[in-house]
């Protein structure tokens, strides 16, 4: 047999986008996958999850052809149709639902099951160039991205490889070991070569934590009450850098002030940690020059975590420690490529009169809801790519009732018959990264990197370009980016962009395009329009839900607390061997993970009469779930986290941990609020039914 070595990308929905080495067997197959040892980021190190993918591409259980419902929605009834049928039928609903409700009334879906740009947001040009609502992408990084907006400005930062070359690092609200595992590869040069102290900040004891030199378990929605303290700290005792406040922030009049406010002790209350912990860690960040902060997504998935993620973006601004090697604050790399992204997503094309609709308000979307609606018709046609919203979109209950309207026409170009999927009009089958050609950046470092076709798709999957192209046919929809290849959009975007062109960036596998150390720094100024940073940031520019947002960074007390009803806060975490749904069809990854599984404080298990292993059952307004119980002493009593995204299949009862999630919008410009969901917990004793409270 024979094995070639090939390069490629990979483009699921992680930070570390690692360059790949994928054995290729007779042109047709691959085997082994590794990390590219030659990509300093990387460096020869992914995933176990994708080390295996030759389980997920080759699984027995790809769609391979095109289908039509044949029974009741959600019956997962079908029969196998031709592409131009499926195509024809997709056309014509949305001809039908334009016809007799506006443009509007079609809602192009999607997310990042794939990170390819051409792939990914290919599907815009058609909504584009048709006037079809347009799409708020709310449901992973806009939180995060408000708080980072407000006080930095654009998403750059410190390399992430100068954390080797960090004294301490502290890894705020994310579980590298699970979710970007590059990460543990630089932290661990700098405390084998430094001796360097690695921090974590997350509400319980994850992979990460377990490794770390101090693991601070504080309460869900709490961190800016940390972050405040520990800038207290740093003015107190003088460590705060005055001249460089003076010289790079806004530093506003009343900021010491409001922060001689903000003690361990206040903060203790609030975060359950003691105001020891809080001192011994504010000390250690307060005397250590070379502090870098790899800022994670998780803790901000919370009705203030805007708020969280600008107090902690506060931290190094305070003490100067921005300009040191090894030092500052890195949340994502993405504003880095500068991409000229018109001819991908038809920008040219745009009616600014069209609605935007917030993707993690689906439920409230789909269910006729006037204000998610934003004024304008109902949903009566969509086309979901790279998603699986009955799943994974908050509020499961009310998403799939709205899914099984009949005044709703969807179709769902997929990989595997995922749970969405089993709710679609017309299933469409979907090529593999390997399969198809793309464009890949990374928010976690600073590489460009080209994904090409590596082997030919099983049965008559087809890439998401090629269903953009076959649909703007049909549909009249008029754009040079459906006559091109998908390496003509790469290599021409390249260009526009300023990088060199596709066969140069396939010549060398990647570019890097790190910004230069005084670039990376701020060492010019901050990248806002006055170059400094801001505590007081003008939140009325991002977000039109600005006016609930603090004026200096503090603790915003907006979360959905618990109460005697309600007396659990739950996270719902990113478990390690999935990635949000993928992976949850490959055998070896469910059996490293079991089951669904909520850890409870063995205190509160021992209150409620529950034991390791016993069924228990989770609820709120919204929805009930069962699911088994690990008794976990690596978080505060009262606090409860279920690692996921399982499929609600998986569940005793059928129904998945989101039917607890709220789609309320987090201030102020949106995004889903997951960790932040007040619940009761109760034994399971009996066969209970799994209704709405
Ligand atoms: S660590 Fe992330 S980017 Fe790297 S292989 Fe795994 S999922 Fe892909």
Redesign the pocket.
Known sequence: MQSDIRHSA?????????A?EVEVLDGKRIGA?R?AEGNSY?AG???A???RYAERIHHPDRLTRPLLRTGPKGSGQYRPISWDEALDRVAEAFTAATERHGAEAVWPYYYSGTMGLVQRDGINRLRHVMRYSRMAKTICTSICEAGWMAGVGRFTGPDPREMARSDLIVMWGGNPVA????VMTHIARARKERGAKLVVVDPYRTGTAAVADIHLALRPGTDAALACAVMHVAFRDGYADRDYLARSSDYPAGLEAHLATRSPEWAAAITGLSAEQIEQFARLYCATQRAYIRIGYGFARSRNGAASMHAVTCLPTVMGKWQHEGAGALWSYRSIQNWDKTLIEGLDAIDPATRILDMSRLASILTNNRDALRGGPPVHAMLIQNSNPATVAPDTNRVRQGFLRDDLFVAVHEQFMTETALLADVVLPATMFMEHDDLYQ?GGHSHIQIGAKLIEPPGECRPNHAVHQGLAARLGAKHRGFEMSEMEIIDETLSVSGWPDAKTVLEHHWIDIAPTFDDAHFHHGFPQSDKRFHFAPDWRAIGRDWARMPTLPDYMPATDEATTDRPFRMVTAPSRQF?NTCFTETPSSREREGRPTVLLHPADAARLGVSDGSLVRLGNPRGQVVLHARLFDGLQPGVVVAESVWPNAAFEGGIGINALTSDDPAPPMGGAVFHDTAVWVRAEAAEMPLAAE
Do not use: E, M, R, Y
């Not at 979710?179 to 590059?182: A, L, R, S």
């Open positions: 990979c483009p699921h929905d992680c930070p570390s986008t690692c790949l996958v990390g990387t190190v992914i995933c999850k994708v080390a979710t970007q595992v590059n990374a990635l």
